[in-house]
């Protein structure tokens, strides 16, 4: 079951970010061409034909776009431009190739281009592990920093786990005191307020997003409140939505039963005579607490954050309606080019950088913590 559920699909996501077999499978002709000219450049009369017949089959199986679209990834209008070659091409009825399709667009003599065509006919590559490191290759096949105001990528996955650590520490100090709480009242009062903690789990998601859209927004329950006191003016309304509060906030809210959980399972466990015994000796009730009983919720502090973190880092919905562009995660970026640009290997690339990311965070918590304290119940 986890190997079906759990192993083999991120096992397909490794493979596909470093797999991408459109251009192969599609320009056959070309690609074998490529291979037995690597470093040739722009080609000749020979390149030109498997370029040109490559491109009528293209137009016949249309198939012309989907090659686009993979050397539209990294060099921008490229797809109508095989497009409409390929239109071209469909037409030609013999040589000279190079100076059929030159005619049409001078686009083809594009050194940049056939660098892209070069790299895009092998079918395994890690260059989409380098788009997602904001790394690209320049006119020459050099690989350099793309231009500043596009290096996205690095800052989203910076901007994810520090907003992520952070909510799991939100999350740590609003959880630990109703987790104490919970663990300590009677019975029957604790089981009310258990039912409180529960209930976010028996309403969605999306409802619990967008009544912080409703609390929080410019003309919002919060803001009329701020202005009807005299806080602040009609004019004056705080933006506290889509932008990184509102992202904090409404995570934050959504994520604080998985730490409240952890902690109630492990505070349960430890017996009241640990604090009675401490008191007895003289230990002030901040010195029990801090000496005594804190120590042994370090399990259950453990779990909450990690799980805590680790969902936080791949949320999807919640930054996409409540983020705005400050607020935005690397998961927004990632759904983006699954669902919007079709880019599925850069795709798993993010996704497989962010996997590596929280294995490496497993790591050293295992190293400084140790994983066999870590306790869910």
Same mark, same amino acid.
């Given at each position: 079951?986890?190997?079906?559920? !759990?192993?083999?699909?991120?096992?397909?996501?490794? +493979?596909?970010?470093?797999?991408?077999?459109?251009?192969?499978?599609?320009?056959?002709?070309?690609?074998? +061409?490529?291979?037995?000219?690597? %470093?040739?450049? &722009?080609?000749? @009369?020979?390149? !030109?034909?498997?370029?040109?017949? %490559?491109?009528?089959?293209?137009?016949?199986?249309?198939?012309?776009?989907?090659?686009?679209?993979?050397?539209?990834?990294?060099?921008?209008?490229?797809?109508?431009?095989?497009?409409?070659?390929?239109?071209?091409?469909?037409?030609?009825?013999?040589?000279?190739?190079? @100076?059929?399709?030159?005619?049409?667009?001078? %686009?083809?003599?594009?050194?940049?281009?056939?660098?892209?065509?070069?790299?895009?006919?092998?079918?395994?590559?890690?260059?989409?592990?380098?788009?997602?490191?904001? !790394?690209?290759?320049?006119?020459?096949?050099?690989?350099?920093? &793309? @231009?500043?105001?596009?290096?996205? +990528?690095?800052?989203?996955? &910076?901007?994810?786990?520090?907003?992520?650590?952070?909510?799991?520490?939100?999350?740590?100090?609003?959880?630990?005191?109703?987790?104490?709480?919970?663990?300590h009242l009677p019975l029957r009062y604790s089981n009310l307020l258990m039912i409180l903690v529960l209930l976010p789990f028996w309403t969605s998601l999306l409802v619990r997003t967008t009544s912080w859209i409703t609390l929080l927004q410019s003309q919002g329950v919060l803001n009329d409140l701020m202005v009807a006191t005299g806080i602040v003016g009609d004019d004056g309304r705080i933006q506290l939505m889509y932008n990184q509060f509102g992202t904090i906030i409404a995570m934050t809210h959504i994520l604080l039963p998985f730490m409240i959980l952890p902690l109630y399972s492990v505070m349960k466990t430890i017996p009241p005579s640990y604090m009675r015994a401490a008191r007895s000796l003289g230990a002030t009730p901040i010195t029990a607490f801090v000496r005594v009983y804190f120590p042994l919720t370090v399990p259950g502090i453990g779990a909450g954050c990690l799980l805590v973190f680790i969902l936080a880092i791949g949320y999807y919905i919640t930054p996409a309606l409540v983020g705005g562009s400050t607020g935005e995660l690397i998961s927004n970026q990632i759904a983006f080019h699954m669902q919007s640009s079709l880019n599925w290997s850069l795709a798993a690339a993010l996704g497989a950088i962010l996997l590596f990311g929280v294995l490496i965070l497993y790591w050293l918590y295992d190293r400084l913590i140790g994983i066999d304290n870590m306790k869910f119940g």
């Amino acid at each position: 079951f986890v190997l079906v559920t !759990f192993a083999a699909p991120i096992a397909q996501m490794l +493979y596909l970010s470093i797999h991408n077999p459109v251009f192969s499978d599609h320009m056959p002709r070309l690609t074998a +061409y490529l291979e037995a000219h690597p %470093d040739e450049g &722009v080609p000749g @009369e020979a390149g !030109f034909a498997a370029l040109a017949l %490559d491109l009528a089959a293209a137009k016949k199986n249309r198939t012309a776009g989907q090659v686009g679209t993979r050397i539209n990834y990294e060099r921008a209008g490229s797809n109508s431009l095989f497009k409409s070659g390929a239109r071209k091409a469909a037409r030609f009825t013999g040589p000279p190739y190079k @100076e059929k399709l030159l005619k049409h667009r001078k %686009d083809w003599a594009d050194p940049h281009l056939w660098n892209v065509m070069q790299r895009a006919a092998a079918a395994h590559t890690l260059d989409f592990y380098a788009s997602a490191l904001d !790394f690209t290759h320049d006119a020459k096949g050099e690989i350099t920093r &793309v @231009e500043p105001e596009r290096r996205i +990528y690095a800052m989203l996955f &910076v901007r994810t786990f520090l907003l992520s650590g952070l909510i799991a520490v939100l999350c740590l100090l609003l959880g630990f005191p109703v987790a104490h709480l919970l663990a300590h009242l009677p019975l029957r009062y604790s089981n009310l307020l258990m039912i409180l903690v529960l209930l976010p789990f028996w309403t969605s998601l999306l409802v619990r997003t967008t009544s912080w859209i409703t609390l929080l927004q410019s003309q919002g329950v919060l803001n009329d409140l701020m202005v009807a006191t005299g806080i602040v003016g009609d004019d004056g309304r705080i933006q506290l939505m889509y932008n990184q509060f509102g992202t904090i906030i409404a995570m934050t809210h959504i994520l604080l039963p998985f730490m409240i959980l952890p902690l109630y399972s492990v505070m349960k466990t430890i017996p009241p005579s640990y604090m009675r015994a401490a008191r007895s000796l003289g230990a002030t009730p901040i010195t029990a607490f801090v000496r005594v009983y804190f120590p042994l919720t370090v399990p259950g502090i453990g779990a909450g954050c990690l799980l805590v973190f680790i969902l936080a880092i791949g949320y999807y919905i919640t930054p996409a309606l409540v983020g705005g562009s400050t607020g935005e995660l690397i998961s927004n970026q990632i759904a983006f080019h699954m669902q919007s640009s079709l880019n599925w290997s850069l795709a798993a690339a993010l996704g497989a950088i962010l996997l590596f990311g929280v294995l490496i965070l497993y790591w050293l918590y295992d190293r400084l913590i140790g994983i066999d304290n870590m306790k869910f119940g």
